[in-house]
């Protein structure tokens, strides 16, 4: 290697110059004096402009063309009205529920059955029947029965239907 050559700027040098498109001012002092440099800078600048043509034409054409917004969106006009619409409905909603609320499940409209049976149906044997059963669903000849072993349980008979945790007589 010559001491021609150290003098000159390395050729990734150059390439970094081309693609920041800027120097320091010793490599620029260089490159004005040096016929050498500037013939391989001037190369280099060349190959890279024939790569950006041959990538242009080598690249397929977009399916789809993009246009950006020049200015602003247009706002809709009630668009602003989208939250006073929503409270209005919540407030409305709220209103008819107070309403509802107040006015008791009592005030049924005209023409429904009501929902209570009528005091006469109280009074029907069939009714009395279905009552009696829905206290105590046992036949009289049982509830005889039980009526007799009322207050007749000792400590050996509940302990013996749940015998205690802490005997092992089960083991």
Same mark, same amino acid.
């Given at each position: 290697?010559?001491?021609?050559?150290?003098?000159?700027?390395?050729?990734?040098?150059?390439?970094?110059?081309?693609?920041?498109?800027?120097?320091? $001012?010793?490599?620029?002092?260089? !490159?004005?004096?040096?016929?050498?440099?500037?013939?391989?800078? &001037? =190369? #280099?600048? *060349?190959?890279?402009?024939?790569?950006?043509?041959?990538?242009?034409?080598?690249?397929?054409?977009?399916?789809?063309?993009?246009?950006?917004?020049?200015?602003?969106?247009?706002?809709?006009?009630?668009?602003?009205?989208?939250?006073?619409?929503?409270?209005?409905?919540?407030?409305?909603?709220?209103?008819?529920?107070?309403?509802?609320?107040? $006015?008791?499940?009592?005030?049924? !409209?005209?023409?429904?059955?009501?929902?209570?049976?009528?005091? &006469? =149906? #109280?009074? *029907?044997?069939?009714?009395?029947?279905?009552?009696?059963?829905?206290?105590?669903?046992?036949?009289?000849?049982?509830?005889?029965?039980?009526?007799?072993?009322?207050?007749?349980?000792?400590?050996?008979?509940?302990?013996?239907?749940?015998?205690?945790?802490?005997?092992?007589?089960?083991?």
């Amino acid at each position: 290697m010559s001491a021609d050559a150290a003098s000159h700027i390395p050729e990734i040098r150059i390439i970094q110059m081309i693609a920041d498109g800027d120097g320091l $001012r010793d490599e620029r002092e260089h !490159l004005g004096q040096c016929a050498l440099c500037r013939d391989m800078m &001037a =190369a #280099l600048t *060349n190959d890279l402009d024939q790569f950006r043509q041959q990538a242009a034409m080598a690249a397929p054409a977009p399916q789809r063309h993009f246009v950006l917004p020049a200015g602003r969106p247009q706002r809709h006009p009630f668009r602003r009205w989208r939250l006073g619409w929503a409270a209005a409905g919540t407030v409305l909603s709220v209103a008819l529920l107070t309403i509802f609320l107040w $006015r008791g499940a009592d005030n049924q !409209l005209p023409g429904l059955p009501p929902s209570t049976p009528p005091v &006469a =149906a #109280l009074d *029907n044997p069939e009714m009395i029947e279905v009552n009696m059963l829905a206290e105590n669903a046992l036949p009289e000849a049982y509830l005889v029965l039980s009526e007799s072993l009322e207050g007749g349980y000792d400590e050996g008979f509940i302990d013996f239907l749940i015998p205690s945790l802490d005997d092992d007589s089960m083991s």
